[in-house]
């Protein structure tokens, strides 16, 4: 999910603007939290209102203000990545029901081999369903957590909103071409902990400007469009083209013949989406005060009855 090969390059690259925060240091900020993977993270795990009420109690805890945000109507553009990940779950249900029934004709470490396939398996057919969301949506409503949806992907509107918040919690690295100065990864629920990003200084340590990293980053291939050759491969013809050139990096690559003109104008539009200039991501989105908010003890109390919590 997101640019591809993205992650490996910039820790290869970048270690120093890379760091594992404790979120204590983040009291009283306002953060963006692109809801979904935790939302099949959660479920994969077998208890997502649970899991989702901790998330929300470390946040309060430590006085942070999350927005919560779902994602909306996928853009057209993303099509063809929605398909194909509608045909993997797919296959990887049918590969799990075909080894679920031979199961019995395995015994010692090969049972145990199979079983562990089977595992891998069931997490790739996760699906959240509708009662799903709503659920944690009365979970935040009851909890004083502020949620809005998307009017298109939900990284598109963190990215909109950097200016607004301290930074950006997701998994999904498409958040890095959208500009936002901090992006916090890997949250975890058991130390209180996340992976603090700093853009700034990565764009620095790389030499980039921005323009330039996004530039860099629709070349890499994503959810939007694929690339036969990776990130690092682009960085280096980036290097050069700094050393002979001052057109953008996406003319040059079409100038030497490295990118057709039909793969320019594809990545040209998605470097558009990167920067806003096609779509408009607070179309139909409310003014959302970023704070937490009351707590109704009672409908609280009722969705987490819901969840199995038991009261005295």
């Known amino acids: 999910m997101g640019i591809h090969l993205l992650q490996t390059f910039i820790t290869s690259l970048n270690d120093r603007s890379i760091k594992e925060r404790h979120l204590r240091e983040f009291s009283n900020k306002k ?43 996928h853009l057209k553009n993303k099509n063809q990545t929605i398909q194909k990940r509608k045909e993997n779950r797919k296959q990887a249900q049918t590969t799990f029901i075909e080894l679920k029934r031979k199961l019995h004709t395995f015994t010692g470490n090969d049972r145990i081999n199979i079983e562990v396939k089977m ?85 620095n340590n790389l030499n980039m400007t921005l323009s330039d990293f996004q530039e860099l980053c629709v070349c890499s291939g994503n959810d939007y469009i694929s690339s036969d050759k990776n990130i690092f491969y682009y960085y280096d013809l980036y290097r050069l083209y700094k050393r002979t050139t001052q057109t953008g990096f996406l003319e040059w690559l079409l100038q030497k013949r490295y990118i057709s003109l039909q793969d320019y104008h594809k990545r040209r539009e998605i470097y558009d989406l990167y920067t806003f200039k096609t ?27 819901k969840a199995g919590f038991i009261f005295p």
């Not at 208890?47 to 109690?57: F, G, K």
């Not at 690295?173 to 936002?180: E, L, R, S």
């Not at 139909?284 to 969705?303: E, Q, S």
Request: overall charge positive; aromatic content about 14%; charged content about 25%.
């Open 119 to 203: 595992d891998e398996l069931r997490k790739q057919f996760i699906t959240v369903t509708k009662d799903d969301i709503k659920n944690v949506k009365e979970l935040f409503e009851s909890y004083g957590i502020t949620y809005i949806t998307a009017t298109h992907e939900a990284d598109e509107l963190c990215g909109a909103l950097n200016k607004e918040v301290h930074a950006c919690l997701t998994e999904d690295t498409d958040i890095m071409a959208y500009g936002c100065k901090r992006i916090f990864r890997y949250f975890s629920l058991m130390k209180h902990t996340v992976v603090v990003y700093n853009m700034d200084l990565i764009l």
């Open 31 to 73: 953060i963006t939290i692109d809801i979904s993977i935790y939302l099949y993270r959660f479920k994969e795990m077998g208890n997502l209102l649970e899991n989702m009420y901790l998330m929300c109690s470390i946040f309060r805890y430590y006085n942070i203000h999350p927005l919560f945000i779902f994602d909306g109507k």
């Open 279 to 305: 779509t408009d991501p607070f179309k139909g989105i409310r003014y959302t005060l970023i704070k937490n908010k009351y707590i109704k003890k009672d409908k609280l109390m009722c969705v987490l009855k």
